[in-house]
């Protein structure tokens, strides 16, 4: 019993006599190492507590350099306290130090999982990723970064210029996917340029005229249209907007939009567009009848009278005309109030018993008489015109010089408006087609439009 006392004593004794662990104390010059790295603020809760106050030690140990002591505080403070995040952005921060991004990359998001709003962690790891040449992911940290604390002027440039740097690597992009004809692809870029940059035209006319590839869509309408709220001026857009409107058959609106881009930019080639849906416009507010001429397998006086009076109204206007004609035959056709034009003009009249047979069917012959009078008004309305079909005198392999509709026949075919066979026939008795009947009226309409004036040489 005496010597397990006296055992005892002396290893009471012994232990008093052990020299104290020495404290190990970090040796900070006047100059942080790492002045840019973002101190990870402790929360007022977790103030005070062992796992701060090694989370303290690890951060000066870091700013003076001693990387494997701060890395055994920072693993010190997380043994006390697993939750405790500033210390894991520490740790992120070490591996900063040590130039490896990939290792301190781990460290900021598990700090960000535990508190998503920490900005040391948010910058470190923007940091990481932008050294990792992840651009966009790194761009979306600063943004969060900056949504935390707005007064970061330097990461406000910073943010500004990978927002360029961002948006202009997508845009090239989209365009190559465009021009890849990787149709979805380019769509969802130029959705993305957009996002960042909202007010810029270009990107909706760029966005739409791929769209636009898929089809006249209601996609495509509406951005090329917003592109114009943003650009008044863009002439392009106000074009696309016309052609897509005109595909859709709503001839009147792509007509406005035409004439818009005239006004801003006046082109012979937008002067044929107008032109052409002005043309489609009318021809819609046509009877059924009369836009059926052009498929028609054979045409009838009603038809040919109705082509007349509509495609040379003003050659009908500028001539003589009787006063009055009956017909007794008109009612409710269709044709009526071109047939009374024509017939008044005398280019097509009607029969002795004052019928004008409506339906009756067109022969060649029949359409050469009618284009005979037309020319003798082309004549009369263009002053100065000559007309030498009148003296020419075709040979036909079908129809003599002494045949009744001879001059007729032979005034059409030298005037170039009607044509013959390969054997030089003239076929008189052969029905008409109705597209052979509109290309001879438009062969007259085109000699009543007045000559373009010969440009002068400038010297």
Known sequence: MRRLACLVLLATVAACGRPPAPVVTPVVSSAPRFPEF?????????????AAGSHELGWRFLQAGELKNAEREFNTALKTAPAFYPAEAGLGWLEMARKDMKAALPHFERALERQPKDLSSLIGRGQALLALNREPEALTAFEAALAVDPSLPDLSGQVAVLRFRGQQDTLNRAREAARSGRVDDAVALYNRAIASSPDSAFLYRELAAVEHQQGPTDNALEHFRKAVSLEPGDARSLVQIGDILDARGDVEAAMKAYVDALAIDPTDDLRAKIENARARADLARLPEQYRAID?????????????????????????RSRAAVVITDLRNDWAAPWIMNVARAGVIEPFANHTFQPRMVVRRI???????????????????????WQASRMKFADISASHLAYPAASAAVASGVMTVGADNSFQPSRVVTGHETIEAIGRIEAMTRPAKPQGKSVR
Do not use: F, H, K, M
Not at 38 to 50: D, F, K, S
């Open 366 to 388: 029949d359409l050469a008489q009618v284009v005979s009078r037309l020319l003798v008004r082309v004549v009369e309305s263009t002053p100065g015109r000559t007309n030498p």
């Open 38 to 50: 973002i101190v990870p603020v402790v929360p007022a809760g977790l103030t005070g507590t062992a």
């Open 295 to 319: 498929g028609a397998p054979q045409v009838t006086r009603g038809d040919l009278a109705a082509l007349v009076g509509v495609r040379l109204a003003p050659l009908l206007q500028n001539g």
